[in-house]
C-alpha cells in the first residue's frame, strides 16, 4: 500500500492549491456534473450528427464523461473493457497492438476526426492508439464491420473515429489537470506515472481558438527483468495541438495542428559494463482542414483534408556504466530513421433530392510517400483515388436502404474496379429496430509490407513486392428493442452477428526463396464470426450495461487437415456500472471485462512426425474501479485501482517457438495493479 499512499500524499498539496484558488477567485458557474454511459450523438460515416440508434451503422459512442469517470490516462484504458476489442502489447517497441472482430489491428482504420493517422508502418497499418493526447477527446466512435466505401483502404474490420473536443460557443474555457498513478508498486519520481494536461478555448462572434498541452511521463515497469533492464520500457510523450475556426451562417471552417513527440528508452544489459542502450524516437504533425459549406436548403459540401509528416528514429547509444561516457553506436544498422508523409482529401457533397431519397456522391485521395534505412531501393509513394457514389432511399416511414459503390484506382496494386456495400434499416415498430449491412472491404499492402529490409543477429525480415491487396466480403445484422422508455428509467437489449471472409490475408511467412528470412505472404483465407448480446439500463443515478460475446477465428490449418476444427471459439463479457450520489456530487465506477481461454491449432514436430495439436491461452479478468467527486463547480478529483486481480500475462501450452516481439508462450497485457489521483481544475467564463 505505500506506493498508493505516495501518490495521495502528492497530490493532497496540489489540491489545497487549487482549492484556495478556488476560494480566492470564485465565480459562479453552472454545475455541469452528470454522468452518461455511452453517448446518443455519434457522425461516423453521416453528414450530418444523429443518434446512434437511427443511423444504419452498428455504431459505439464512448463520451467524454465516461473517459473522466475511468481516469484514463490513455485510449487503451477506455477501449480495453470493450467487448469484441483486444489488446497486447509489443514490449520491443512500446507499441500496443489491437484486434476487432478477430481480425488484426492492421485493418481497423484510426481516424482523428475523420482523417487517417499515419504511424510508424504507414497510414495503411496497424496504429499506436496511445499517442493520442486522451485530455482532448470529446467522444471515441466505434464502427463494427467493413466501412471501406466511405473510407478506403484498412476500414475492412472497422473504424475507430476519435472526436475532439470544440470551443464552448460564446465562453472562454480553461482546464487544468494533474494525474499520478502507480506503476504496480513502483511510484516515485520518474517511477510511475505522471500526466500533466492544459487545455484552453475562447470562442467570441464568428471565432473561435482552443489549444492544448500535455506531458505524460511512464518510468517503465521492471517486472522480472535483471540489472538496469526494464520489462515494460521508461517512456516520455509531449502532446500539444491548436485548433482555429470560424462559423457563420453558411460555413463551418476550421484547421487544427497536432504534434506529439515521444521517447521511449530501452537500456541494455551491460557486459564488462558496456551497455547497448536504444531510444525509439517519434515525431508527428498533423495538420487538418474541415469545410462544412451549407449552398441550399437541399444541397452541401463537406471537405476534410489532412497532411502528416511522421518521423521516427532508432537511435543506439554505447553506455560505460563505470564511466558515465555515453556515445552514438557505429554499429551497421544501429542507427535508423523512416519518414512517411500522408495526405488525404475527402470531398463529399450531399444532395437532399425529396423526403424520401438523398444522394452522396464524392471523392478521396490519400497519397502516402516514406523512405527509410529499413525501407530498401529509396523512397516509395503510393497513390489511391477513390469515387464514392451512395443513396439513402427511404421506401417507407420505417424502412430505408443504403446502397454504396467506390470506384478505385491504385498507383501501384491492382485493386478492385469497384466494391460495393448495402445498409438496410427496418423500425419494426416504436421500440424494435432490425439493421442489416453487407459490405466488400479491401486493405492494399503497404509500404512496410512491400519494401521492409531488417538484417541482425535477431532479425532477418524482408519485404513482398509481389503482394496482392486483401478482399474481404462482410455480413452483419443487428435487431435492438427498447424494453422500457420512461422518464424515470430507461432499458435496451441488443443482438448482433457477424461473418467475416478475407481473401490473400496478409501476414508473416517463410521465405520461399531462403528458409532463413522471414518474409510477408498472402494466406489464400482466414474468417470470423461471432455474436454480441448486451443489456442497458439507466436511471437519473444508475447506469448498467453488461455485453457478452462469442467470436470464433478461422483454423488455417483446416486446409491441411480437416479433422481439426474449422474455427476456434473465444468468449468475452464485460460489465460497466456507475452510481452518482447526487446531493454529494460523488459517483462510482465499475468497469470489469472477462477474457475467456482462446484455442488455436498449431503445427509441431514430435517424434520425427509433423503433427497438428490445439493450444489454448488462458483466460483473464480485466477490472477497473473509480470514483470521482465534485467539490464545486471548479474542481473535480478522480481516484481509482485500475486492474483490481493484477493481471501481467496470459500463457499458453504451445510448444512452437515464439514469434516475433513475443516472449516464449505468453503475451503481455499489464503490469499489474495500480492506484492512481487526478485533479482537474476548470474555468468557464
Avoid at 656 to 677: D, E, F, M, W
Amino acid at each position: 500500500m505505500s506506493q498508493y499512499c505516495a501518490v495521495i500524499a502528492r497530490l493532497v498539496s496540489v489540491s489545497l492549491f487549487v482549492h484556495f484558488s478556488h476560494l480566492i477567485h470564485s465565480q459562479a458557474t453552472t454545475d455541469s456534473f452528470s454522468i452518461q454511459t455511452i453517448s446518443e450523438i455519434v457522425v461516423t460515416g453521416s453528414i450530418v450528427p444523429q443518434s446512434a440508434r437511427q443511423s444504419v451503422y452498428q455504431i459505439r459512442s464512448i463520451g467524454q464523461d465516461q473517459i473522466k469517470l475511468r481516469g484514463a490516462t490513455r485510449i487503451q484504458d477506455v477501449l480495453a473493457t470493450e467487448t469484441n476489442i483486444r489488446f497486447n502489447q509489443d514490449l520491443a517497441t512500446g507499441n500496443s497492438n489491437m484486434s476487432m472482430q478477430g481480425i488484426a489491428g492492421q485493418n481497423v482504420k484510426i481516424l482523428i476526426d475523420g482523417i487517417p493517422m499515419v504511424g510508424r508502418q504507414g497510414t495503411n497499418n496497424e496504429i499506436n492508439l496511445n499517442q493520442i493526447d486522451i485530455n482532448t477527446i470529446a467522444r471515441i466512435e466505434v464502427v463494427e464491420g467493413p466501412m471501406s466505401v466511405i473510407y478506403g483502404a484498412d476500414a475492412l474490420a472497422g473504424v475507430i473515429n476519435i472526436i475532439t473536443k470544440k470551443a464552448i460557443e460564446g465562453k472562454a474555457d480553461l482546464t487544468i489537470k494533474i494525474q499520478e498513478e502507480s506503476v504496480h508498486t513502483d511510484y516515485g519520481w520518474p517511477a510511475g506515472l505522471h500526466q500533466y494536461a492544459i487545455n484552453g478555448g475562447y470562442s467570441k462572434g464568428d471565432m473561435y481558438i482552443k489549444g492544448n498541452l500535455s506531458r505524460n511521463g511512464f518510468g517503465g515497469y521492471t517486472g522480472t527483468a535483471i540489472g538496469r533492464d526494464y520489462q515494460w520500457h521508461p517512456k516520455v510523450q509531449y502532446l500539444t495541438g491548436l485548433v482555429l475556426g470560424i462559423d457563420k451562417n453558411k460555413i463551418k471552417s476550421h484547421y487544427r495542428l497536432d504534434y506529439t513527440n515521444e521517447d521511449i528508452f530501452n537500456p541494455g544489459i551491460p557486459t564488462s559494463s558496456i551497455a547497448n542502450d536504444q531510444n525509439y524516437l517519434t515525431n508527428r504533425w498533423m495538420h487538418q482542414w474541415h469545410s462544412d459549406l451549407h449552398i441550399s436548403d437541399k444541397l452541401k459540401l463537406n471537405t476534410a483534408m489532412g497532411y502528416t509528416h511522421f518521423k521516427r528514429q532508432v537511435q543506439s547509444t554505447i553506455f560505460n556504466e563505470e564511466t558515465n561516457d555515453r556515445r552514438l553506436s557505429i554499429a551497421p544498422g544501429a542507427q535508423d530513421t523512416s519518414v512517411f508523409n500522408g495526405f488525404s482529401l475527402r470531398m463529399l457533397m450531399p444532395f437532399q433530392i425529396s423526403n424520401w431519397f438523398s444522394f452522396l456522391p464524392g471523392i478521396d485521395i490519400n497519397i502516402e510517400s516514406g523512405k527509410g534505412g529499413r525501407l530498401s531501393l529509396g523512397r516509395h509513394t503510393i497513390q489511391d483515388y477513390g469515387f464514392i457514389l451512395s443513396g439513402d432511399l427511404k421506401l417507407s416511414d420505417r424502412v430505408s436502404i443504403k446502397p454504396g459503390i467506390r470506384l478505385i484506382y491504385n498507383s501501384i496494386y491492382n485493386a478492385p474496379a469497384g466494391i460495393p456495400s448495402l445498409n438496410l434499416k427496418w423500425d419494426v415498430n416504436q421500440n424494435q429496430i432490425f439493421k442489416f449491412a453487407y459490405g466488400r472491404g479491401f486493405r492494399a499492402p503497404s509500404l512496410r509490407e512491400l519494401y521492409f529490409s531488417f538484417f541482425d543477429s535477431n532479425h532477418a525480415v524482408i519485404g513482398n513486392t509481389d503482394l496482392q491487396s486483401e478482399l474481404s466480403h462482410s455480413i452483419s445484422g443487428s435487431w435492438s428493442w427498447q424494453l422500457k422508455n420512461t422518464e424515470r428509467i430507461k432499458t435496451d437489449y441488443s443482438i448482433s452477428a457477424f461473418y467475416n471472409t478475407i481473401q490473400d490475408l496478409i501476414n508473416f511467412g517463410q521465405s520461399p526463396s531462403n528458409p532463413q528470412e522471414v518474409t510477408y505472404i498472402n494466406i489464400d483465407q482466414y474468417k470470423t464470426k461471432g455474436f454480441t448480446t448486451s443489456l442497458q439500463s439507466r436511471t437519473s443515478n444508475l447506469s448498467i450495461l453488461v455485453t457478452a460475446g462469442y467470436t470464433g477465428r478461422y483454423n488455417q490449418l483446416n486446409a491441411d487437415d480437416n479433422t481439426t476444427a474449422e474455427f476456434v471459439w473465444s468468449p468475452e463479457a464485460s460489465l460497466s456500472a456507475s452510481y452518482t450520489f447526487t446531493k454529494q456530487k460523488l459517483t462510482i465506477g465499475l468497469f470489469q471485462k472477462y477474457t475467456g481461454k482462446t484455442p488455436f491449432f498449431e503445427s509441431i514436430l514430435i517424434d520425427g512426425v509433423q503433427r497438428i495439436r490445439q493450444s489454448i491461452y488462458t483466460d483473464y479478468s480485466w477490472t477497473d474501479l473509480s470514483i470521482n467527486k465534485n467539490f464545486n463547480s471548479r474542481i473535480q478529483v478522480s481516484a481509482g485501482i485500475r486492474n483490481v486481480f493484477n493481471v501481467k500475462q496470459i500463457v499458453s501450452n504451445s510448444i512452437s517457438p515464439s514469434g516475433v516481439h513475443t516472449t516464449g508462450n505468453s503475451q503481455s497485457i499489464g503490469y499489474g495493479r495500480s492506484a492512481y489521483l487526478g485533479i482537474n481544475y476548470s474555468i468557464i467564463k
